[in-house]
């Protein structure tokens, strides 16, 4: 234990306000995954606005972090360590706030599809999909926090579980709109809920990558896993 | 005229060293979205192959840019615009990366595509569109490099033309798909890539966003037109 009081550094003050802007970030945009996610599988168009009209707020701390950053820049002229740390801040946030407008994206889709019939049980997947996700960027946020590698490099192997629920719901949606033209549209907007969903989940892992770089100095070096495999998949 | 001898500052000199690996960026970029299309519309599986591994090259830059970025923030100190326009560097060179996996999302779809039939002229549409996205990019490249946020606000403008056109391929996927089933599956790949490339047609928004931020200080008041309204449709 150390018992010398403990002098925080002006950069170190200013770092913790910023960080505290990108942990709030990080708490809405969680939500708002699984929120709209949850819109779907209830039918709940009020919870599916509610989603819709916070992303403003997760726009306006994106815009709050990066002026924040540039003070922090301009004003105590970070290098080595410091200055990676601020930089990477500002990719984290760039991260969060498109991770927001695919929540925005899939609670507006929401309330399209809550006026169709359910395509089998697909809204309980999406959902079980983005609690996934959920999960991923809750982790993701924490090893930055503790600059831990170790679970960095995990959240990006579990990337491919997200990556195979995908391509599991992309040949069920395939199956469903082929029994039945009716369940096209559906099953369109269905599908790019999915997407978007994996994406979020992409964006975790450069969240990840993004925090072993910072705590090791080098990008991964083995290629991120994909598992999204429909590119190279002609289907059913 | 000015007819003093110009004494470039240390910082300028850098400031083009990183703007020359953008240029060159936005150019393997523009190149990659047309050449995907091309492929697809030529059904040209080496032309694909070579805008998949292209891909590579813009990554490896991005990474350079950020390297170099990092580099000038920590040896010049920038402050005020100085400081503004690097980190528009990164936020550009960000974008250009993800309109660079567009593109090879793009190729690697292609490559299924031309293993089925074509879907009416659809191949015509999407490589009309891609050039479309291409002078967005090209023209918001240059609109940083002028200052030009008039341009810039053009290049806002024009994105929706984008928009409309993903919107019309859309329905007519849709049509396609409800028509005959066997063409589901090559329709939802054909969806997934008019959509990556009206997100490239976001993307030089969104790079012509920051280029108004850059000159005027503010980000666009009013809200980003927004052209794909398939999210609240529920098509034909």
Same mark, same amino acid.
């Given at each position: 234990?150390? /018992?010398?009081?403990?002098?925080?550094?002006?950069?170190?003050?200013?770092?913790?306000?910023?960080?505290?802007? *990108?942990?709030?970030?990080?708490?809405?945009?969680?939500?708002?995954?699984?929120?709209?996610?949850?819109? *779907?599988?209830?039918? !709940?168009?009020?919870?599916?606005?509610?989603?819709?009209?916070? !992303?403003?707020?997760?726009?306006?701390?994106?815009?709050?972090?990066?002026?924040?950053?540039? #003070?922090?820049?301009?004003?105590? /002229?970070?290098?080595?360590?410091?200055?990676?740390?601020?930089?990477?801040?500002?990719?984290?946030?760039?991260?969060?706030? #498109?991770?927001?407008?695919?929540?925005?994206?899939?609670?507006?889709?929401?309330?399209?599809?809550?006026?169709?019939?359910?395509?089998?049980?697909?809204?309980? /997947?999406?959902?079980?999909?983005?609690?996934?996700?959920?999960?991923?960027?809750?982790?993701?946020?924490?090893?930055?926090?503790?600059?831990?590698?170790?679970?960095?490099?995990?959240? #990006?192997?579990? !990337?491919?579980?997200?990556?195979?629920?995908?391509?599991?719901?992309? #040949?069920?949606?395939?199956?469903?709109?082929?029994?039945?033209?009716?369940?096209?549209?559906?099953?369109?907007?269905?599908?790019? $809920?999915?997407?978007? $969903?994996?994406?979020?989940?992409?964006?975790?892992?450069?969240?990840?990558?993004?925090?072993?770089?910072?705590?090791?100095?080098?990008?991964?070096?083995?290629?991120?896993?994909?598992?999204?495999?429909?590119?190279?998949?002609?289907?059913?």
């Amino acid at each position: 234990m150390n /018992s010398e009081p403990h002098i925080m550094r002006a950069f170190d003050r200013d770092l913790e306000t910023v960080q505290a802007m *990108l942990m709030k970030m990080g708490s809405l945009v969680e939500d708002a995954i699984v929120c709209a996610a949850e819109a *779907l599988e209830a039918r !709940d168009n009020d919870l599916a606005g509610r989603v819709v009209r916070g !992303d403003a707020v997760i726009d306006a701390l994106e815009e709050q972090v990066n002026l924040e950053c540039a #003070r922090i820049i301009a004003l105590r /002229s970070p290098t080595a360590t410091d200055l990676r740390t601020v930089l990477t801040v500002m990719k984290i946030a760039a991260y969060l706030e #498109r991770c927001g407008d695919y929540a925005k994206n899939l609670a507006k889709r929401s309330t399209v599809l809550n006026q169709t019939a359910p395509i089998g049980d697909s809204a309980a /997947s999406v959902l079980r999909m983005a609690k996934l996700v959920q999960q991923l960027i809750r982790d993701a946020l924490d090893a930055y926090i503790k600059r831990d590698a170790t679970l960095a490099t995990e959240v #990006r192997q579990r !990337d491919t579980e997200v990556d195979q629920m995908y391509n599991a719901l992309f #040949r069920e949606f395939l199956t469903h709109m082929m029994e039945d033209p009716r369940n096209i549209t559906a099953c369109m907007h269905l599908h790019f $809920i999915a997407k978007n $969903i994996e994406r979020v989940g992409d964006h975790a892992t450069g969240i990840a990558e993004q925090v072993i770089y910072l705590v090791t100095g080098t990008l991964p070096a083995e290629q991120r896993p994909k598992g999204d495999t429909t590119a190279y998949d002609r289907g059913a």
